[in-house]
């Protein structure tokens, strides 16, 4: 993320000067490209920083003056002797906490967990099917039950026939 000098300054420019030699317009890409959204945490942290610099930006009357203040105040607004520096972490606790609950992981479509009890009931199955098939000699093939195509393309091989290809109507292939 990129905190632009005349967003901290209050000053919003269209275009900008290049080599002394009067005004020229830049045109910005961004236009055509989608815009970046930041999650709440991010945003709010970057907004405490703005303000930070903001609120002590200093008397320099250039922009390298103002830009060595914004420095010298960011390095230490995130040094841990700093007595802002509890309010920032403080903060940042806040976030991660309230956002825990939010933060439950997508399961593959087609899949479920299992309660303690099945999963007792299919430890159980499986241990005597396993004990089947090592009385037969054969040998157990341990690999996750989704891998990343490629990955598993390098451990056994282009021909394998122990790859399986999921395909997900959203998303695509697990």
Same mark, same amino acid.
């Given at each position: 993320?990129?905190?632009?000098?005349?967003?901290?300054?209050?000053?919003?420019?269209?275009?900008?000067?290049?080599?002394?030699?009067?005004?020229?317009?830049?045109e910005?890409?961004?236009?055509?490209?989608?815009?970046?959204?930041?999650?709440?945490?991010? &945003?709010?942290?970057?907004?405490?920083?703005?303000?930070?610099?903001?609120?002590?930006?200093?008397n320099?009357?250039?922009?390298?003056?103002?830009?060595?203040?914004?420095?010298?105040?960011?390095? &230490?607004?995130?040094?841990?002797?700093?007595?802002?520096f509890? &309010?920032?972490?403080?903060?940042?606790?806040?976030?991660?906490?309230s956002?825990?609950?939010?933060?439950?992981?997508?399961?593959?479509?087609?899949?479920?967990?299992?309660?303690?009890?099945q999963?007792?009931?299919?430890?159980?199955?499986? &241990?005597?099917?396993?004990?089947?098939?090592?009385?037969?000699?054969?040998?157990?093939?341990?690999?996750?039950?989704?891998?990343?195509?490629?990955?598993?393309?390098?451990?056994?091989?282009?021909?394998?026939?122990?790859?399986?290809?999921l395909?997900?109507q959203?998303?695509?292939?697990?």
């Open positions: 993320m990129v905190l632009e000098g005349a967003e901290l300054n209050g000053k919003k420019s269209e275009g900008s000067e290049v080599n002394g030699g009067g005004n020229v317009k830049v910005k890409k961004s236009e055509k490209k989608k815009k970046v959204v930041l999650g709440k945490g991010t &945003s709010v942290i970057l907004q405490l920083i703005k303000d930070r610099l903001q609120g002590k930006g200093g320099a009357v250039d922009s390298l003056g103002l830009l060595g203040n914004w420095v010298e105040e960011l390095i &230490s607004f995130l040094d841990p002797k700093d007595p802002e509890d &309010s920032l972490l403080n903060r940042v606790k806040e976030l991660v906490e956002n825990e609950t939010r933060r439950l992981p997508k399961l593959p479509k087609g899949t479920r967990d299992f309660a303690k009890e999963m007792a009931i299919r430890k159980k199955a499986f &241990s005597i099917i396993e004990e089947v098939f090592e009385r037969h000699g054969a040998t157990a093939l341990d690999t996750p039950v989704f891998e990343l195509r490629e990955t598993l393309m390098g451990k056994y091989g282009e021909d394998s026939k122990l790859i399986y290809d395909a997900d959203d998303t695509g292939e697990l």
